[in-house]
């Protein structure tokens, strides 16, 4: 009166079963033996759809290059700009951001950024008037 479930496996024909990996198999043998599917596949199917598979591929690599000749020939007219190569130098937690003595206003330019420096009123020779 006990229910055995149901034990699916692939016979490794070239390999031993060990050096096998994920992805090694179609997907379709992934998901009956993962019993995300009742029925084996068939050659036919794993052959339709390797074929859709690479089409979509070649689709998707078309699509890439034809979009990037339309964003070179925009570049080219003015119609967008070119990304901006941001150059990262440091990090925020950096104990030095490249000023020796510290200020009370933070300073930036286009590439860097020096945060201002707190002090506490009367510490400062200027500030007792």
Same mark, same amino acid.
């Given at each position: 009166? #006990? ?6 496996? /692939?016979?490794? &024909?070239? !390999? ?7 992805? =090694?198999? %179609? ?9 995300? !599917?009742?029925? $084996? ?5 794993? +052959? !339709?759809?390797?074929?859709? !598979?690479?089409?979509?591929? #070649?689709? &998707?690599? =078309? /699509? ?5 000749? +339309? ?7 003015? +119609? /967008?700009?070119?990304?901006?190569? @941001?150059? /990262?130098?440091?990090?925020? *937690? ?7 003595? $510290?200020?009370?206003? $933070? @300073?930036? @330019? ?9 002090? %506490?009123?009367? *510490?400062? *020779? *200027? #500030?007792?008037?």
């Amino acid at each position: 009166g #006990q229910i055995i479930p149901e034990r699916r496996f /692939v016979e490794a &024909v070239n !390999r031993e079963a060990y050096q096998y990996q994920i992805g =090694d198999f %179609p997907a379709e043998w992934e998901a009956w033996i993962r019993k995300k !599917r009742e029925d $084996p596949p068939t050659i036919e199917e794993i +052959l !339709r759809n390797e074929n859709y !598979r690479e089409d979509m591929k #070649q689709k &998707v690599k =078309d /699509v890439s290059e034809k979009d990037k000749l +339309l964003q070179a020939k925009e570049y080219e007219e003015g +119609l /967008v700009a070119e990304p901006s190569h @941001t150059q /990262v130098k440091g990090h925020a *937690s950096a104990p030095y951001y490249g000023k020796k003595e $510290p200020s009370q206003d $933070p @300073t930036s @330019t286009a590439n860097t950024f020096q945060p201002g420096a707190w002090m %506490p009123p009367g *510490s400062g *020779s *200027s #500030q007792n008037k």
